[in-house]
C-alpha cells in the first residue's frame, strides 16, 4: 500500500487509492474520508464518510472502520452513501451488528444530489450525480466566507468596527467557493455533466490509465478515465490543484511521475499532484 500526503492550499489531502484495489482518501481539516476501500488509522479519526460508490476498492472496509471507531470509543461516524445504496448498505452494517452482538450506533445518512448538508464553519457538502458504470455519488465541498466590501478597504480597524456596530453586515458580502469536488469513479464525462468541478480549487479526479499500455476504450470499459481525454481538455481547467489520482496497479508510483511528467502539458503540470506514494507527490 502507497499512502500519500499533499498540502494544498488550506486542505490535506491524505491516504491511498489505486484501481481496482482500495481507495481511501482523507480532508482532515474537515474530518472527512472519502471512500472506505481500505481502512487505514488515519481513516478512522474521520468523524464524516462519503462514500461514492459500492465497489469494493471504495466501500469494502466500512465494517472494520465502523468497528475501529466503536473500539476506540469514537463518537458515531456520519455516513453517506447515495440513495439508491443506502438501504442496503444499512443491511449490511445489520448483519455485522447480528454477527458480532452489539450496534455500531453509525449515522447513515442517504446522499442526495443537490440537496445540502451544512458541516459548520461555513462548509456545505453538495453531493452530485456521478458517472460511472454503476449508481455514483460525487461530492461537493463549498466554501462561504465573508468579504470586506471594497468602499471600506481604505478604513483602519478600529473604524471598521465602530461601522461594525452602526451597520452589522452591510459591511461584508458573502463569497462561496468550491472548495474540494471528488469525483469518484467516473467516465470523463463528469466533466460535461457538472463543469464546476473545473473551477474548483482543490478537484480530486480519477485517471486509472496513462498512456498506451492500455487504451481509452479500456478505461471506458471500465467506467474510467485515461490521462488522453484529460490532455484533451487541458484548457478548460481552471483550478488551483488538480489531484489524479487511482492509478491502475500496472503503473509504480515511479512510472506515474515519469508519465505525468512527460506527457502532460506544462500549464496543467504547473498544476497537478499525482496521488501516489512517493516523495511529496507533486509534478
Ligand atoms: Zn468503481
Not at 482518501?25 to 472527512?32: A, D, G, R, T
Not at 448483519?95 to 464553519?121: D, H, K
Request: aromatic share 8%; net charge negative.
Amino acid at each position: 500500500m502507497h499512502s500519500c500526503s499533499l498540502k494544498l492550499g488550506h486542505y490535506t489531502i491524505r491516504g491511498t487509492s489505486t484501481a481496482g484495489v482500495e481507495t481511501s482518501i482523507q480532508v482532515p481539516e474537515l474530518s472527512i474520508c472519502f471512500d472506505i476501500g481500505t481502512c487505514l488509522r488515519t481513516s478512522i479519526r474521520m468523524n464524516r464518510l462519503l462514500i461514492t460508490h459500492a465497489h469494493p476498492d471504495h466501500f469494502g472496509s466500512l465494517i472494520s472502520y465502523l468497528g475501529a471507531r466503536l473500539l476506540y470509543g469514537m463518537k458515531p461516524a456520519d455516513v453517506y452513501v447515495g440513495l439508491e445504496s443506502v438501504d442496503q448498505i444499512q443491511q449490511l452494517i445489520e448483519i455485522a451488528e447480528s454477527l458480532q452482538g452489539y450496534s455500531f450506533g453509525a449515522n447513515l445518512v442517504a446522499a442526495i444530489p443537490g440537496v445540502p448538508v451544512r458541516f459548520g464553519g461555513g462548509m456545505t457538502l453538495y453531493p452530485y450525480v456521478g458517472n460511472h458504470c454503476i449508481p455514483t455519488t460525487g461530492y461537493a465541498i463549498w466554501s462561504e466566507s465573508k468579504k470586506l466590501k471594497a468602499e471600506y478597504s481604505h478604513l483602519t480597524g478600529p473604524e471598521l468596527a465602530h461601522l461594525r456596530h452602526q451597520i452589522g453586515d452591510q459591511l461584508t458580502y458573502p463569497v462561496r467557493r468550491l472548495a474540494i469536488a471528488y469525483s469518484g469513479d467516473s467516465f470523463i464525462e463528469i466533466l460535461d455533466d457538472h463543469p464546476e468541478l473545473l473551477e474548483a480549487q482543490t478537484l480530486l479526479l480519477e485517471c486509472s490509465f496513462l498512456d498506451n499500455k492500455k487504451d481509452r476504450s479500456t478505461a471506458r470499459a471500465g467506467g474510467h478515465i485515461h490521462l488522453d481525454e484529460i490532455i484533451e481538455r487541458a484548457d478548460t481547467f481552471r483550478n488551483q490543484h488538480i489531484v489524479l489520482l487511482h492509478f491502475s496497479q500496472i503503473y509504480t508510483p515511479a512510472d506515474v511521475h515519469v508519465i505525468l511528467q512527460k506527457r502532460l502539458p506544462d500549464h496543467l503540470k504547473a498544476r497537478v499532484s499525482a496521488f501516489t506514494g512517493q516523495g511529496n507527490d507533486s509534478q
